[in-house]
T-cell receptor, first 114, second 114 residues
């Protein structure tokens, strides 16, 4: 296991289209986080899974956003009817169940909505 | 006011200089992370601190829990150190998410000139 992987690395889409990103966490990690990072800003929390349960969603996650982690392993983040304001880097991180451990980040998926 | 503030926002240094990046936070934390983000977007965890000081190679991180302040130092800086350095705290409350979600600073962009 080489770490957290995200796919795709880059996505360009037309406004109004749907996009889906995938995150494969480190295999023994049961916690998975999605963050969004816009240019010049630090990452912002979107949502958090513990195993397959989505325990928290940020108010940043509008109705057009949905995330799943169906078997408690990989996770998907879907954005429906994309808008230009959705253009950002989407980062995934995972950590173990212990409360105070490092989070390991993926390379991110850079979304550009044109 | 952001819960995690970093200074400076941008820093340019000559190769060999000693560099300090500061982070102040206003929430209760269980740990503080220093992260490095290269232009491609991927984030690497440098340190996780809950007290005192840690050293890894030319990097030193310190934290003062009473003052809610941390510093990242780079000794003998090198152009390959050029990156964005992000401070993130793991909150003890449910701010921005449950179970100690990470709250990020906006990052410090470091450029080291040869």
């Amino acid at each position: 296991d080489t770490g957290v992987s995200q796919d795709p690395r880059h996505k360009i889409t037309k406004r109004g289209q749907n996009v889906t990103f995938r995150c494969d966490p480190i295999s023994e990690h049961n916690r998975l986080y999605w963050y969004r990072q816009t240019l010049g800003q630090g990452p912002e929390f979107l949502t958090y899974f513990q195993n397959e349960a989505q325990l928290e969603k940020s108010r940043l996650l509008s109705d057009r956003f949905s995330a799943e982690r169906p078997k408690g392993s990989f996770s998907t983040l879907e954005i429906q009817r994309t808008e230009q304001g959705d253009s950002a880097m989407y980062l995934c991180a995972s950590s173990s169940r212990l409360s105070n451990t490092e989070a390991f980040f993926g390379q991110g998926t850079r979304l550009t909505v044109v | 006011k952001n819960e995690v503030e970093q200074s400076p926002q941008n820093l340019t240094a000559q190769e060999g200089e000693f560099i300090t990046i500061n982070c102040s936070y206003s929430v209760g934390i269980s740990a503080l992370h220093w992260l490095q983000q290269h232009p491609g977007g991927g984030i690497v965890s440098l340190f996780m601190l809950s007290s005192g000081k840690k050293k890894h190679g030319r990097l030193i991180a310190t934290i003062n829990i009473q003052e809610k302040h941390s510093s990242l130092h780079i000794t003998a800086s090198h152009p390959r150190d050029s990156a964005v350095y992000i401070c993130a705290v793991r909150s003890t409350g449910s701010y921005g998410g449950s179970q100690g979600n990470l709250i990020f600073g906006k990052g410090t962009k470091l450029s080291v000139k040869p």
